[in-house]
């Protein structure tokens, strides 16, 4: 039996891109996939006993196949992916496929040289997980310090958003009057203000942001126009946050 598992924690054009993945090792080889195993909207930080793919890895048998497009899909701390190798693929002899790494083994006769790329692969996906938690905390730390700043902040949906979570004071009914008039307004801003066009064709050409900050800077100092929405030369955080909007952060 040949077994697929998904784990998406974000979109499902993430899962469409797995599924994709899949398709294009089996086809050629003229394999079908018995069986579509997926963890929806589930970070790689949980652990595998407590998602669907325990619950698969519990049904496998000597010989049969689990495919995954990269490793991370089956988590992303070390300890807990050492675990699901040693503790339950090992034991029942299962062929694993990681396609995107080319890995294709027996797990039950791993080698040395087989167990130190598994670590590897393992290392990497739990720095990535770190790296995209420490970014994360930086987009969270800038926009909250918009907020103390400037009120508030332009979201990537294009939303006016004045605080965190789910239901934001925006959006209470007593302040969506002044919310869409906020985000009418921001938006009127960016289209004429001098400084946004700037920053836009500057991110755009691939400058850094303390090199946009520094000539910026310059600029106010010639035409004090060239200032944010409420006044004043631009400065780092601000910057930072345009570059998300312009550019997409990943």
Not at 43 to 62: C, F, H, I, P
Not at 107 to 115: H, L, P, R, W
Not at 124 to 140: F, G, H, M, P, V
Not at 207 to 213: K, M
């Amino acid at each position: 039996m040949i077994y697929a598992y998904l784990r998406y924690s974000t979109s499902h054009q993430d899962e469409k891109q797995q599924v994709q993945t899949l398709k294009d090792w089996t086809e050629p080889r003229g394999l079908t996939i018995d069986e579509f195993v997926k963890d929806e909207g589930v970070s790689g930080g949980v652990s595998y006993t407590d998602r669907n793919l325990y619950r698969l890895v519990q049904k496998l048998t000597a010989g049969d196949v689990l495919v995954v497009s990269e490793l991370s899909r089956l988590g992303r701390a070390m300890a807990d992916i050492s675990k699901l190798l040693n503790e339950e693929l090992k034991p029942r002899k299962i062929r694993l496929v990681i396609i995107k790494s080319a890995i294709d083994i027996d797990c039950a006769k791993m080698k040395a040289q087989d167990e130190f790329v598994f670590s590897a692969l393992s290392f990497a996906a739990q720095l990535e997980k770190e790296l995209i938690q420490s970014r994360t905390q930086s987009a969270i730390d800038a926009r909250k310090e918009l907020i103390k700043k400037d009120g508030g902040f332009i979201s990537k949906a294009g939303r006016y958003c004045t605080k965190f979570g789910p239901r934001s004071a925006n959006a209470l009914p007593g302040n969506r009057a002044s919310a869409r008039s906020k985000q009418t307004a921001a938006k009127s801003w960016r289209e004429k203000s001098k400084l946004y066009r700037f920053v836009k064709r500057k991110v755009k050409d691939g400058w850094s942001d303390d090199d946009i900050v520094k000539e910026a800077r310059a600029m106010y100092e010639d035409d004090p126009t060239f200032c944010k929405m409420k006044g004043g030369p631009l400065d780092r955080t601000t910057c930072w946050i345009w570059r998300q909007e312009i550019v997409p952060f990943i």
